[in-house]
């Protein structure tokens, strides 16, 4: 607010947050100092606020060096560029970070549209640092990439490099998160009986899986490339009140640039060596010893492994085999996805079918 008053920064929601006291921070949601989230309340509505701090700043946590977090972050665009300059630096901007994607023009003018707050048909400076700052938040720029998608949270504004999305009511796959302490001294068998009691209907479950086997279609070759998903676990993928699946925590996906840049002329001894975030893992070319460019291990068979137990729990009798063998089929898929594609294209579907059709013209549906 201080930042928002000196005029340093702008923002859809700095007025709520600071002068009207209509944006309300509610409960701490994480355990990282440098990766804010709370839940909060926004004019009646229950939202999420998320504070990246750290991701495009390895500034240290002494709180004297505020004020360089400050000029670090809050730096560009500098006073006199132009709006041409700005649109320039957003579209190389862009190019690094998702590749060089057709559509990306159409994404500028959706991002200069966001970051004019008063609509007055200009970006002042203020308004374009926190469009600039936020955009090298990783998960902003994943869900302005898959904003059309119905599978990620709905961006509802920002001020500064704070913003705020839309509360997913359910925040696991399975409706409901076991405390930390009870995951530690729970043996796994347990820990997974305890979920699957919580877990919604089977017929409800098949719902949310075919939303997850959507979203991994969507981000095979979106309107702005490819994404991976780098750590597939229950904990950052839920549903809303209707069992539509969505994505809680986008920072576990990464963009096809994000990796290629990782694994550019990477030292290897072994395929553990090429691994980006838990899982996005490449080839080690142990001859040459360095990193090929290709996953190993394509979207759909993480999303495969996450949804054997949880489809194959309480699941129709009649359904029950042909279910597991197409999960086995999917888990093995591995392989360049670009050479695999129509094989990848026909498991999902038939996965998909499978499901659609035991569910369709029934009240889940």
Known sequence: CDQYKKGIISGSAC???CDDHTLVFQQCLSSSPTYQVYSGKWK??????KCGVEENLKVDTNPDN???????????????TSMDEFKEMLLNFLKANLGDQAALTVLVSQILTMADVNNDGKVSLAEAKSIWALLHLNEFLLMLSLQEKEHTSQLLGHCG???ITDKIPHDSLYGTQMPGFLQTVLPSPVHRLVLQWFAPAWPRRAKIAIGLLEFVEEIFHGTYGSFFVCEATFKNIGYNEQYDF????????????????FL????????????????CTAACDKLMKQCKNDMIQPNLAKACKLLQDYLLYGSPSDLK??????LRTCMTLSGLASQM?????????????????????????
Request: hydrophobic share 30%; glycine share 4%; aromatic share 6%.
């Open 15 to 17: 007025k709520d947050l």
């Open 44 to 49: 009646d509505r229950e939202v999420i606020i």
């Open 66 to 80: 505020s004020p360089r977090r400050e000029l670090v972050l809050f730096d560009k665009p500098t006073r006199g």
């Open 161 to 163: 490099d704070l913003y």
């Open 246 to 261: 969505k994505v809680v925590d986008l920072r576990k996906v990464a963009t096809e640039m994000t990796i290629r840049g």
């Open 264 to 279: 550019k002329g990477r030292r290897c001894e072994q395929n553990s060596d090429c691994t980006f975030g838990k899982d």
């Open 321 to 326: 085999e042909e279910l597991q063998k197409q």
């Open 341 to 365: 594609e129509v094989h990848h294209s026909l498991v999902l579907n038939n996965l998909k079918t499978l499901l659609w059709k035991k569910i369709s013209n029934t009240k889940y549906s």
